[in-house]
Protein backbone atom coordinates (compact mmCIF):
# COMPACT_ATOMS: atom_id res chain seq x y z
CA UNK A 1 0.00 0.00 0.00
CA UNK A 2 1.20 2.82 -1.15
CA UNK A 3 0.17 6.72 1.49
CA UNK A 4 0.47 10.09 0.50
CA UNK A 5 1.06 11.96 3.54
CA UNK A 6 0.71 16.02 2.92
CA UNK A 7 2.55 17.65 6.00
CA UNK A 8 2.84 21.34 6.97
CA UNK A 9 5.44 23.14 9.03
CA UNK A 10 4.10 25.28 11.88
CA UNK A 11 5.31 27.28 14.44
CA UNK A 12 5.94 25.78 18.19
CA UNK A 13 2.30 26.30 19.81
CA UNK A 14 4.79 26.49 23.16
CA UNK A 15 5.46 29.79 21.95
CA UNK A 16 3.46 32.89 22.81
CA UNK A 17 1.72 34.35 20.20
CA UNK A 18 3.57 37.87 19.38
CA UNK A 19 1.92 40.57 16.96
CA UNK A 20 4.23 43.46 14.60
CA UNK A 21 3.28 45.25 11.90
CA UNK A 22 -0.30 43.72 12.33
CA UNK A 23 0.84 40.00 11.57
CA UNK A 24 1.55 37.15 13.87
CA UNK A 25 5.84 37.53 14.32
CA UNK A 26 7.44 34.60 13.43
CA UNK A 27 11.17 36.12 13.74
CA UNK A 28 13.28 33.70 15.78
CA UNK A 29 10.21 31.14 16.28
CA UNK A 30 11.09 27.46 16.03
CA UNK A 31 9.21 25.05 13.72
CA UNK A 32 7.57 21.57 14.33
CA UNK A 33 5.45 19.11 12.07
CA UNK A 34 2.08 20.19 12.62
CA UNK A 35 0.82 17.56 15.19
CA UNK A 36 -1.71 15.93 13.45
CA UNK A 37 0.36 15.53 10.58
CA UNK A 38 2.33 13.36 12.63
CA UNK A 39 -0.50 11.47 14.16
CA UNK A 40 -1.39 10.79 10.19
CA UNK A 41 2.24 9.61 9.64
CA UNK A 42 1.87 7.75 12.58
CA UNK A 43 -1.10 6.35 11.20
CA UNK A 44 0.58 5.52 7.91
CA UNK A 45 3.17 3.56 9.59
CA UNK A 46 0.92 1.46 11.67
CA UNK A 47 -1.36 0.54 8.23
CA UNK A 48 2.15 -0.88 6.64
CA UNK A 49 4.21 -2.35 9.05
CA UNK A 50 3.92 -5.35 11.96
CA UNK A 51 3.89 -3.71 14.89
CA UNK A 52 4.69 -6.45 16.77
CA UNK A 53 8.47 -6.99 15.77
CA UNK A 54 8.64 -3.15 13.53
CA UNK A 55 8.68 -4.96 10.00
CA UNK A 56 7.51 -3.14 7.18
CA UNK A 57 5.06 -5.28 5.00
CA UNK A 58 5.81 -6.35 1.64
CA UNK A 59 4.72 -3.02 -0.71
CA UNK A 60 4.23 -0.46 1.89
CA UNK A 61 5.38 2.74 0.86
CA UNK A 62 4.72 6.58 2.75
CA UNK A 63 5.58 9.59 0.37
CA UNK A 64 5.53 12.71 2.64
CA UNK A 65 5.18 15.84 0.87
CA UNK A 66 5.18 19.92 1.95
CA UNK A 67 4.74 23.05 0.76
CA UNK A 68 6.99 25.99 2.65
CA UNK A 69 10.44 28.01 2.00
CA UNK A 70 13.65 26.13 2.30
CA UNK A 71 13.72 25.61 5.95
CA UNK A 72 10.50 23.35 5.97
CA UNK A 73 13.35 20.64 4.58
CA UNK A 74 13.96 19.72 7.93
CA UNK A 75 10.85 19.19 9.31
CA UNK A 76 10.61 16.80 6.45
CA UNK A 77 13.42 15.46 7.37
CA UNK A 78 11.63 14.82 10.88
CA UNK A 79 9.17 12.48 9.19
CA UNK A 80 11.53 10.85 7.26
CA UNK A 81 13.51 10.36 10.27
CA UNK A 82 9.65 8.66 11.93
CA UNK A 83 9.69 6.22 9.43
CA UNK A 84 8.52 8.04 6.03
CA UNK A 85 10.76 6.62 2.64
CA UNK A 86 10.37 9.71 0.44
CA UNK A 87 9.94 13.29 0.75
CA UNK A 88 8.34 15.79 -1.83
CA UNK A 89 9.57 19.36 -1.13
CA UNK A 90 7.34 21.91 -2.87
CA UNK A 91 9.28 24.97 -2.43
CA UNK A 92 6.85 28.11 -1.35
CA UNK A 93 6.88 31.13 1.11
CA UNK A 94 3.43 31.27 3.16
CA UNK A 95 2.83 34.36 1.66
CA UNK A 96 2.76 32.91 -1.92
CA UNK A 97 0.08 29.73 -1.32
CA UNK A 98 -3.46 29.58 0.14
CA UNK A 99 -5.32 26.31 1.00
CA UNK A 100 -6.84 26.03 -2.94
CA UNK A 101 -2.88 26.81 -4.41
CA UNK A 102 -2.42 23.80 -2.00
CA UNK A 103 -4.69 22.06 -2.86
CA UNK A 104 -3.49 22.36 -6.56
CA UNK A 105 -0.37 21.19 -6.42
CA UNK A 106 -1.55 18.37 -4.05
CA UNK A 107 -3.80 16.90 -6.72
CA UNK A 108 -0.84 17.51 -9.00
CA UNK A 109 1.20 15.38 -7.13
CA UNK A 110 -1.45 12.61 -6.31
CA UNK A 111 -2.28 12.26 -10.32
CA UNK A 112 2.08 11.83 -10.54
CA UNK A 113 2.35 9.67 -7.40
CA UNK A 114 -0.94 7.51 -7.49
CA UNK A 115 -1.13 6.50 -3.78
CA UNK A 116 -3.65 4.33 -2.53
CA UNK A 117 -4.69 6.63 -0.50
CA UNK A 118 -4.22 10.25 1.23
CA UNK A 119 -3.91 10.48 4.96
CA UNK A 120 -3.30 13.67 6.65
CA UNK A 121 -4.12 15.81 9.68
CA UNK A 122 -7.68 17.51 10.22
CA UNK A 123 -5.79 21.15 10.40
CA UNK A 124 -3.10 22.97 10.89
CA UNK A 125 -2.65 24.32 14.32
CA UNK A 126 -1.76 27.20 13.38
CA UNK A 127 -4.32 28.37 10.78
CA UNK A 128 -6.51 25.97 12.35
CA UNK A 129 -8.71 26.01 8.94
CA UNK A 130 -9.69 22.44 8.58
CA UNK A 131 -9.71 23.22 4.25
CA UNK A 132 -7.19 21.16 2.79
CA UNK A 133 -8.38 17.23 3.33
CA UNK A 134 -12.23 18.01 1.90
CA UNK A 135 -11.18 20.46 -0.98
CA UNK A 136 -8.38 17.65 -2.41
CA UNK A 137 -10.64 14.71 -2.00
CA UNK A 138 -13.61 16.66 -4.26
CA UNK A 139 -10.74 18.17 -6.61
CA UNK A 140 -9.53 14.23 -6.97
CA UNK A 141 -13.68 13.09 -6.97
CA UNK A 142 -12.54 10.98 -4.20
CA UNK A 143 -14.24 10.03 -1.06
CA UNK A 144 -13.57 11.43 2.50
CA UNK A 145 -13.24 10.45 5.97
CA UNK A 146 -12.90 13.44 8.21
CA UNK A 147 -11.72 13.40 11.91
CA UNK A 148 -10.68 9.96 11.92
CA UNK A 149 -10.48 8.51 15.70
CA UNK A 150 -10.07 4.43 14.31
CA UNK A 151 -9.11 3.06 11.25
CA UNK A 152 -9.26 -0.54 10.08
CA UNK A 153 -7.93 -2.01 6.87
CA UNK A 154 -10.81 -4.74 5.59
CA UNK A 155 -9.48 -8.48 5.18
CA UNK A 156 -9.80 -7.74 1.15
CA UNK A 157 -7.03 -4.69 1.37
CA UNK A 158 -9.82 -2.64 -0.37
CA UNK A 159 -11.48 0.08 1.81
CA UNK A 160 -11.28 0.78 5.38
CA UNK A 161 -14.15 1.47 8.32
CA UNK A 162 -13.14 4.70 9.64
CA UNK A 163 -14.84 5.95 13.09
CA UNK A 164 -15.39 9.76 12.99
CA UNK A 165 -15.93 11.44 16.10
CA UNK A 166 -19.14 13.92 15.45
CA UNK A 167 -21.69 16.04 17.44
CA UNK A 168 -23.35 13.09 19.59
CA UNK A 169 -21.43 10.06 18.85
CA UNK A 170 -19.11 8.24 16.47
CA UNK A 171 -19.88 8.10 12.98
CA UNK A 172 -18.38 4.92 11.37
CA UNK A 173 -17.94 5.39 7.47
CA UNK A 174 -16.78 3.08 4.95
CA UNK A 175 -14.56 4.67 2.28
CA UNK A 176 -13.02 2.54 -0.83
CA UNK A 177 -9.18 2.48 -1.70
CA UNK A 178 -8.40 6.39 -3.25
CA UNK A 179 -10.05 8.48 -0.26
CA UNK A 180 -8.81 10.94 1.71
CA UNK A 181 -8.65 10.67 5.32
CA UNK A 182 -7.96 13.26 7.60
CA UNK A 183 -7.36 12.26 11.52
CA UNK A 184 -8.56 13.84 14.65
CA UNK A 185 -6.22 13.74 17.87
CA UNK A 186 -7.64 9.47 19.23
CA UNK A 187 -6.52 7.89 16.21
CA UNK A 188 -2.81 7.54 18.36
CA UNK A 189 -5.09 5.34 20.47
CA UNK A 190 -2.90 2.27 21.43
CA UNK A 191 -5.36 0.52 19.25
CA UNK A 192 -6.99 3.15 16.68
CA UNK A 193 -5.68 1.78 13.53
CA UNK A 194 -6.18 -1.83 12.41
CA UNK A 195 -4.05 -3.71 9.30
CA UNK A 196 -5.16 -7.07 9.61
CA UNK A 197 -1.42 -8.00 10.49
CA UNK A 198 -0.23 -6.49 13.19
CA UNK A 199 -1.88 -8.50 16.31
CA UNK A 200 -4.97 -7.11 17.95
CA UNK A 201 -3.48 -7.74 21.29
CA UNK A 202 -0.84 -5.50 20.73
CA UNK A 203 -0.91 -2.30 22.09
CA UNK A 204 1.36 0.75 20.58
CA UNK A 205 1.71 3.25 23.02
CA UNK A 206 -0.87 5.80 22.48
CA UNK A 207 1.15 8.53 23.64
CA UNK A 208 0.85 10.74 20.49
CA UNK A 209 3.07 10.05 17.35
CA UNK A 210 6.55 7.73 17.34
CA UNK A 211 10.02 9.72 18.27
CA UNK A 212 12.39 9.40 15.50
CA UNK A 213 15.00 6.97 16.74
CA UNK A 214 18.81 7.39 16.47
CA UNK A 215 19.14 4.39 13.69
CA UNK A 216 15.60 6.55 12.18
CA UNK A 217 17.56 9.33 12.40
CA UNK A 218 20.71 8.40 10.64
CA UNK A 219 18.59 6.56 8.06
CA UNK A 220 16.70 10.06 7.13
CA UNK A 221 19.97 11.54 5.71
CA UNK A 222 20.25 9.17 3.02
CA UNK A 223 16.60 8.84 2.13
CA UNK A 224 15.24 10.79 -1.13
CA UNK A 225 14.18 14.60 -1.10
CA UNK A 226 13.06 15.74 -4.58
CA UNK A 227 12.23 19.59 -4.90
CA UNK A 228 9.86 20.93 -6.83
CA UNK A 229 8.26 24.61 -6.92
CA UNK A 230 4.82 25.93 -7.41
CA UNK A 231 5.34 27.04 -11.20
CA UNK A 232 6.27 23.38 -11.43
CA UNK A 233 2.84 22.23 -10.65
CA UNK A 234 1.41 25.62 -12.34
CA UNK A 235 -0.31 26.83 -9.55
CA UNK A 236 0.63 30.97 -9.41
CA UNK A 237 1.75 32.66 -6.34
CA UNK A 238 -1.22 34.74 -6.40
CA UNK A 239 -3.38 33.59 -3.12
CA UNK A 240 -7.23 34.64 -3.47
CA UNK A 241 -7.29 34.33 0.22
CA UNK A 242 -5.60 37.29 2.46
CA UNK A 243 -4.74 38.10 5.45
CA UNK A 244 -5.87 41.58 6.35
CA UNK A 245 -4.87 41.91 9.92
CA UNK A 246 -3.88 40.39 13.05
CA UNK A 247 -4.85 41.00 16.71
CA UNK A 248 -4.48 39.61 20.13
CA UNK A 249 -7.79 38.78 22.02
CA UNK A 250 -8.21 41.65 24.87
CA UNK A 251 -7.55 39.82 27.90
CA UNK A 252 -9.88 39.03 30.47
CA UNK A 253 -10.84 41.13 33.79
CA UNK A 254 -8.94 39.83 36.65
CA UNK A 255 -11.61 37.54 38.56
CA UNK A 256 -11.99 37.31 42.02
CA UNK A 257 -10.92 34.22 44.72
CA UNK A 258 -13.60 33.74 47.15
CA UNK A 259 -13.31 32.39 50.48
CA UNK A 260 -15.59 29.42 50.28
CA UNK A 261 -18.74 27.89 48.60
CA UNK A 262 -21.56 29.76 50.01
CA UNK A 263 -19.53 32.87 48.77
CA UNK A 264 -19.20 31.82 45.15
CA UNK A 265 -23.12 30.75 44.92
CA UNK A 266 -24.52 34.24 46.65
CA UNK A 267 -21.95 36.00 44.18
CA UNK A 268 -23.40 33.61 41.43
CA UNK A 269 -26.79 34.60 42.42
CA UNK A 270 -26.34 38.50 43.20
CA UNK A 271 -23.22 39.78 41.55
CA UNK A 272 -23.28 37.75 37.93
CA UNK A 273 -27.09 36.91 38.37
CA UNK A 274 -26.45 33.70 36.68
CA UNK A 275 -28.44 31.32 39.43
CA UNK B 1 -25.35 41.36 -5.74
CA UNK B 2 -25.52 37.81 -4.89
CA UNK B 3 -27.78 35.78 -2.45
CA UNK B 4 -26.56 33.87 0.91
CA UNK B 5 -27.35 29.85 0.92
CA UNK B 6 -27.26 28.93 4.29
CA UNK B 7 -26.70 25.08 4.27
CA UNK B 8 -29.65 24.46 8.03
CA UNK B 9 -29.17 21.19 9.71
CA UNK B 10 -32.62 19.94 11.25
CA UNK B 11 -33.80 16.92 13.41
CA UNK B 12 -37.47 15.95 13.02
CA UNK B 13 -39.52 18.62 11.28
CA UNK B 14 -37.41 21.42 13.05
CA UNK B 15 -33.93 23.33 12.42
CA UNK B 16 -31.37 22.87 14.91
CA UNK B 17 -30.35 25.25 16.86
CA UNK B 18 -27.01 25.34 15.18
CA UNK B 19 -28.85 26.12 11.94
CA UNK B 20 -30.40 29.48 13.71
CA UNK B 21 -26.43 30.68 14.28
CA UNK B 22 -25.65 30.30 10.63
CA UNK B 23 -28.94 32.04 9.32
CA UNK B 24 -28.35 34.86 12.02
CA UNK B 25 -25.25 35.80 10.55
CA UNK B 26 -26.64 35.24 6.71
CA UNK B 27 -28.54 37.88 7.25
CA UNK B 28 -25.97 39.90 7.99
CA UNK B 29 -23.97 38.79 4.55
CA UNK B 30 -26.98 38.85 2.65
CA UNK B 31 -26.87 42.54 3.61
CA UNK B 32 -23.70 43.35 2.51
CA UNK B 33 -24.10 40.81 -0.33
CA UNK B 34 -27.22 42.81 -1.72
CA UNK B 35 -29.41 39.25 -2.10
CA UNK B 36 -31.62 37.52 0.25
CA UNK B 37 -31.04 34.41 2.63
CA UNK B 38 -31.77 31.24 1.10
CA UNK B 39 -31.97 28.64 3.58
CA UNK B 40 -31.19 24.86 2.32
CA UNK B 41 -32.15 21.46 3.86
CA UNK B 42 -31.18 18.71 2.39
CA UNK B 43 -31.49 14.61 2.97
CA UNK B 44 -34.51 13.22 4.31
CA UNK B 45 -37.19 14.80 6.03
CA UNK B 46 -36.29 18.53 4.39
CA UNK B 47 -39.69 18.71 3.03
CA UNK B 48 -40.84 18.39 6.60
CA UNK B 49 -38.60 20.72 8.03
CA UNK B 50 -38.91 23.74 5.48
CA UNK B 51 -42.02 25.19 7.09
CA UNK B 52 -39.57 25.71 10.16
CA UNK B 53 -36.89 26.98 8.10
CA UNK B 54 -39.53 29.30 6.01
CA UNK B 55 -40.15 30.92 9.84
CA UNK B 56 -36.54 32.40 9.69
CA UNK B 57 -35.56 32.86 6.20
CA UNK B 58 -37.57 34.51 3.12
CA UNK B 59 -36.59 31.68 0.72
CA UNK B 60 -36.30 27.94 1.76
CA UNK B 61 -34.92 25.31 -0.83
CA UNK B 62 -35.55 22.01 0.10
CA UNK B 63 -34.18 18.85 -1.52
CA UNK B 64 -34.78 15.13 -1.17
CA UNK B 65 -33.81 11.72 -2.62
CA UNK B 66 -33.57 8.18 -2.02
CA UNK B 67 -29.28 8.46 -2.52
CA UNK B 68 -29.60 11.29 -0.04
CA UNK B 69 -31.12 9.34 3.05
CA UNK B 70 -27.93 9.45 5.27
CA UNK B 71 -25.83 12.66 5.59
CA UNK B 72 -22.37 11.93 3.21
CA UNK B 73 -20.28 14.64 2.01
CA UNK B 74 -19.99 12.72 -0.87
CA UNK B 75 -23.39 13.39 -2.02
CA UNK B 76 -24.28 16.41 -0.52
CA UNK B 77 -21.68 18.40 -1.22
CA UNK B 78 -22.72 18.78 -5.13
CA UNK B 79 -26.37 19.32 -4.29
CA UNK B 80 -24.88 22.42 -2.20
CA UNK B 81 -23.07 23.25 -5.13
CA UNK B 82 -25.46 22.99 -7.62
CA UNK B 83 -28.35 24.80 -5.58
CA UNK B 84 -25.57 27.74 -5.20
CA UNK B 85 -24.96 27.71 -8.92
CA UNK B 86 -28.99 27.76 -10.10
CA UNK B 87 -29.60 30.23 -6.84
CA UNK B 88 -26.98 32.60 -7.87
CA UNK B 89 -25.11 32.45 -4.78
CA UNK B 90 -22.15 34.26 -4.15
CA UNK B 91 -21.85 33.49 -0.46
CA UNK B 92 -22.34 30.32 1.16
CA UNK B 93 -22.00 29.31 4.76
CA UNK B 94 -22.82 26.13 7.05
CA UNK B 95 -22.35 26.29 10.65
CA UNK B 96 -18.75 24.80 12.07
CA UNK B 97 -20.19 21.55 13.26
CA UNK B 98 -18.74 18.11 12.70
CA UNK B 99 -21.54 18.14 9.39
CA UNK B 100 -20.37 21.79 8.18
CA UNK B 101 -16.97 21.40 8.94
CA UNK B 102 -17.13 17.82 7.01
CA UNK B 103 -19.12 19.17 3.88
CA UNK B 104 -18.23 23.27 3.61
CA UNK B 105 -14.58 22.28 2.30
CA UNK B 106 -16.18 19.67 -0.12
CA UNK B 107 -18.67 22.24 -1.37
CA UNK B 108 -15.24 25.08 -1.69
CA UNK B 109 -13.10 22.37 -3.51
CA UNK B 110 -16.02 21.58 -5.84
CA UNK B 111 -16.91 25.25 -6.62
CA UNK B 112 -13.18 26.80 -6.71
CA UNK B 113 -13.98 28.65 -3.88
CA UNK B 114 -11.90 30.75 -1.22
CA UNK B 115 -12.98 29.70 1.96
CA UNK B 116 -13.17 31.39 5.92
CA UNK B 117 -13.22 28.84 8.62
CA UNK B 118 -14.84 29.03 11.51
CA UNK B 119 -15.46 32.93 11.84
CA UNK B 120 -16.53 34.75 14.28
CA UNK B 121 -17.17 38.26 12.61
CA UNK B 122 -18.38 39.26 9.09
CA UNK B 123 -16.64 42.75 8.75
CA UNK B 124 -17.14 43.15 4.92
CA UNK B 125 -18.97 41.58 1.98
CA UNK B 126 -15.60 39.48 2.17
CA UNK B 127 -13.56 39.92 4.79
CA UNK B 128 -14.29 37.68 7.97
CA UNK B 129 -12.54 37.82 11.21
CA UNK B 130 -11.59 34.18 12.48
CA UNK B 131 -9.44 32.96 15.35
CA UNK B 132 -6.49 31.49 14.62
CA UNK B 133 -3.64 29.51 16.70
CA UNK B 134 -6.11 27.85 19.35
CA UNK B 135 -7.80 31.14 20.09
CA UNK B 136 -4.41 32.76 20.38
CA UNK B 137 -5.10 35.54 18.40
CA UNK B 138 -7.58 36.93 15.74
CA UNK B 139 -6.85 37.13 12.12
CA UNK B 140 -9.21 39.11 9.72
CA UNK B 141 -8.63 37.48 6.36
CA UNK B 142 -10.04 38.63 2.75
CA UNK B 143 -11.71 35.96 0.56
CA UNK B 144 -11.02 36.72 -2.86
CA UNK B 145 -12.79 34.72 -4.70
CA UNK B 146 -16.23 35.03 -7.01
CA UNK B 147 -18.11 32.58 -4.68
CA UNK B 148 -16.70 32.25 -0.67
CA UNK B 149 -17.31 29.27 1.66
CA UNK B 150 -17.95 30.29 5.09
CA UNK B 151 -18.48 28.14 8.39
CA UNK B 152 -19.63 30.71 10.94
CA UNK B 153 -19.08 29.43 14.78
CA UNK B 154 -22.53 28.83 16.72
CA UNK B 155 -21.43 30.37 19.84
CA UNK B 156 -20.27 33.47 17.96
CA UNK B 157 -24.14 34.33 16.97
CA UNK B 158 -27.28 34.83 18.37
CA UNK B 159 -29.78 32.47 16.86
CA UNK B 160 -32.14 34.21 13.90
CA UNK B 161 -35.32 36.22 15.33
CA UNK B 162 -38.14 34.71 13.34
CA UNK B 163 -39.80 36.83 9.88
CA UNK B 164 -42.75 38.97 10.38
CA UNK B 165 -44.38 36.72 7.83
CA UNK B 166 -42.56 32.89 6.44
CA UNK B 167 -40.77 32.75 3.43
CA UNK B 168 -42.04 30.72 0.73
CA UNK B 169 -40.58 26.93 0.36
CA UNK B 170 -39.42 25.11 -3.00
CA UNK B 171 -38.27 21.63 -3.85
CA UNK B 172 -35.90 20.53 -6.18
CA UNK B 173 -34.60 17.66 -7.49
CA UNK B 174 -30.43 16.93 -7.12
CA UNK B 175 -28.71 15.56 -9.90
CA UNK B 176 -27.25 12.53 -10.38
CA UNK B 177 -26.16 10.98 -6.36
CA UNK B 178 -23.30 9.48 -6.53
CA UNK B 179 -21.77 8.46 -3.21
CA UNK B 180 -18.47 7.48 -4.86
CA UNK B 181 -17.84 4.32 -2.70
CA UNK B 182 -17.82 5.27 0.51
CA UNK B 183 -21.17 4.11 2.97
CA UNK B 184 -22.69 4.96 6.10
CA UNK B 185 -21.99 2.24 8.53
CA UNK B 186 -23.46 2.85 11.81
CA UNK B 187 -23.52 5.68 14.38
CA UNK B 188 -22.75 4.86 18.05
CA UNK B 189 -24.77 7.52 19.82
CA UNK B 190 -24.10 9.10 23.21
CA UNK B 191 -28.14 9.00 24.36
CA UNK B 192 -28.45 11.61 26.96
CA UNK B 193 -31.27 13.88 27.89
CA UNK B 194 -29.28 16.91 28.50
CA UNK B 195 -29.03 19.65 26.07
CA UNK B 196 -26.36 20.12 23.56
CA UNK B 197 -22.83 20.77 24.84
CA UNK B 198 -22.76 23.46 21.62
CA UNK B 199 -25.67 25.28 23.10
CA UNK B 200 -26.55 24.87 26.45
CA UNK B 201 -26.51 28.05 28.43
CA UNK B 202 -24.75 26.15 31.71
CA UNK B 203 -21.73 24.09 31.13
CA UNK B 204 -20.10 21.28 34.01
CA UNK B 205 -16.50 20.53 33.00
CA UNK B 206 -14.32 17.72 34.91
CA UNK B 207 -10.69 17.45 34.32
CA UNK B 208 -8.21 15.53 34.72
CA UNK B 209 -8.17 15.82 38.83
CA UNK B 210 -11.54 14.21 39.06
CA UNK B 211 -9.56 10.83 38.54
CA UNK B 212 -11.85 8.10 37.13
CA UNK B 213 -14.91 8.06 35.32
CA UNK B 214 -17.25 7.09 38.33
CA UNK B 215 -15.74 10.52 39.81
CA UNK B 216 -18.21 12.27 37.17
CA UNK B 217 -21.56 11.15 38.60
CA UNK B 218 -21.25 14.01 40.99
CA UNK B 219 -20.30 16.72 38.84
CA UNK B 220 -23.47 15.14 36.46
CA UNK B 221 -25.60 15.68 39.79
CA UNK B 222 -25.06 19.49 39.83
CA UNK B 223 -25.20 19.54 35.77
CA UNK B 224 -28.76 18.37 36.01
CA UNK B 225 -29.50 20.36 39.12
CA UNK B 226 -28.65 23.50 36.64
CA UNK B 227 -29.90 22.27 33.51
CA UNK B 228 -26.60 22.18 32.06
CA UNK B 229 -24.45 20.22 29.97
CA UNK B 230 -21.60 18.11 30.55
CA UNK B 231 -18.40 18.61 29.22
CA UNK B 232 -14.38 17.60 29.64
CA UNK B 233 -10.87 18.42 29.34
CA UNK B 234 -8.97 16.66 27.10
CA UNK B 235 -7.05 15.25 29.74
CA UNK B 236 -10.01 13.58 31.31
CA UNK B 237 -11.77 12.29 27.97
CA UNK B 238 -7.80 11.11 26.42
CA UNK B 239 -7.82 8.83 29.76
CA UNK B 240 -11.02 7.45 28.98
CA UNK B 241 -12.87 9.11 31.90
CA UNK B 242 -15.99 10.40 30.16
CA UNK B 243 -16.87 10.06 26.35
CA UNK B 244 -14.81 11.09 23.50
CA UNK B 245 -17.45 14.12 22.43
CA UNK B 246 -17.76 15.74 26.13
CA UNK B 247 -14.51 17.06 24.88
CA UNK B 248 -14.00 21.12 25.27
CA UNK B 249 -11.23 22.83 23.82
CA UNK B 250 -9.74 23.57 20.41
CA UNK B 251 -9.56 19.89 19.31
CA UNK B 252 -13.13 19.60 20.97
CA UNK B 253 -16.13 21.69 21.06
CA UNK B 254 -16.49 25.19 21.21
CA UNK B 255 -18.75 26.27 23.74
CA UNK B 256 -19.45 29.65 25.16
CA UNK B 257 -22.21 29.42 27.51
CA UNK B 258 -23.97 32.06 30.83
CA UNK B 259 -22.57 29.82 33.17
CA UNK B 260 -19.36 27.51 32.92
CA UNK B 261 -17.83 25.24 35.59
CA UNK B 262 -14.03 23.76 35.57
CA UNK B 263 -13.70 21.35 38.44
CA UNK B 264 -10.44 20.08 38.91
CA UNK B 265 -9.31 21.13 35.25
CA UNK B 266 -5.65 22.72 35.26
CA UNK B 267 -6.97 25.64 32.20
CA UNK B 268 -3.87 24.23 29.36
CA UNK B 269 -3.86 26.80 26.22
CA UNK B 270 -5.97 23.68 24.56
CA UNK B 271 -8.51 23.92 26.72
CA UNK B 272 -8.95 27.76 27.62
CA UNK B 273 -9.34 28.25 23.46
CA UNK B 274 -12.56 25.85 23.56
CA UNK B 275 -14.69 27.97 27.03
CA UNK B 276 -12.64 31.63 26.59
CA UNK B 277 -15.86 33.14 25.39
CA UNK B 278 -18.15 31.84 28.26
CA UNK B 279 -19.53 34.76 29.83
CA UNK B 280 -18.94 33.97 33.57
CA UNK B 281 -16.17 31.39 34.48
CA UNK B 282 -15.98 29.12 37.83
CA UNK B 283 -13.25 27.61 38.63
CA UNK B 284 -13.20 24.70 41.42
CA UNK B 285 -9.06 23.23 41.70
CA UNK B 286 -7.33 22.67 45.03
CA UNK B 287 -4.27 24.59 43.56
CA UNK B 288 -4.31 27.72 43.46
CA UNK B 289 -1.89 28.39 40.72
CA UNK B 290 -3.44 26.39 38.20
CA UNK B 291 -3.64 28.57 35.13
CA UNK B 292 -7.32 28.28 34.96
CA UNK B 293 -7.80 30.71 37.43
CA UNK B 294 -6.01 33.14 35.66
CA UNK B 295 -9.53 33.36 33.35
CA UNK B 296 -11.60 32.41 35.88
CA UNK B 297 -14.29 35.16 37.21
CA UNK B 298 -14.59 33.05 40.37
CA UNK B 299 -12.45 30.75 41.72
CA UNK B 300 -12.75 28.55 44.57
CA UNK B 301 -8.89 26.51 46.12
CA UNK B 302 -10.43 23.89 47.54
CA UNK B 303 -10.74 20.03 46.74
CA UNK B 304 -13.76 19.08 44.52
CA UNK B 305 -14.40 16.06 46.55
CA UNK B 306 -15.75 18.54 49.25
CA UNK B 307 -16.72 21.80 46.86
CA UNK B 308 -19.16 20.46 45.04
CA UNK B 309 -21.22 18.57 47.38
CA UNK B 310 -21.49 21.62 48.97
CA UNK B 311 -22.32 23.72 46.01
CA UNK B 312 -25.13 21.29 45.19
CA UNK B 313 -26.30 21.90 48.59
CA UNK B 314 -26.06 25.60 48.48
CA UNK B 315 -27.91 25.78 45.13
CA UNK B 316 -30.47 23.26 46.55
CA UNK B 317 -31.05 25.96 49.49
CA UNK B 318 -30.97 28.87 47.20
CA UNK B 319 -33.55 27.27 44.93
CA UNK B 320 -35.83 26.30 47.75
CA UNK B 321 -35.57 30.04 49.27
CA UNK B 322 -36.97 31.52 46.08
Not at chain 2, 108 to 118: P, V
Not at chain 2, 147 to 175: D, H, K, M, N, Y
Not at chain 2, 206 to 223: C, H, I, P, S
Request: glycine share 8%; aromatic share 4%; charged share 20%.
Amino acid sequence: MKILVPVKRVPDPTQKAKVKDGHIDLTGATWIVNTFDEYAIETALRLVENGADNTRLPGGEIVVVSLGPNDAAKELRTCLAMGADRAIHVVASDAEIDSLAVVKVLSAIVAAEKPDVVIMGKQAIDGDANQVGQMLAAKLGWPQATFAASIELAADKASFTVGREVDGGVEYKKVPLHSVITVDLRIVAPRAVKNGVTPESHNYSGEGARLPSLKGIMAAKKKPMTQAKLADHGVAPTPAIKELSVALPPPRAAGQIVPDVPTLVKKLAEEAKVL
Amino acid sequence: MGNVLAFCEFVGPQLRSSALANLSFARQAAQAHGGEVIALLVGAGAAAAGPDAARYAPRVVVVEAPGLAHYLAETFAPVVAEVARAQGATLISATATAVGKDLAPRVAGLLDAGMASDIAKLTGKDTFVRPILAGNAYSTVQVGTPIIVVTPRQSEFEPAAELGSPGAVTSTAPGSVDPLGAEFVRLDAQKSDRPELSDAKVVVSGGRGMKTGANFKVLEQLADLLGAAMGASRAATDAGMVPADWQVGQTGKIVAPNLYFAVAISGAIQHLAGMKGSKTIVAINKNKDEPIFQVADYGVVAEWEKAVPELIAEIKKLKASR
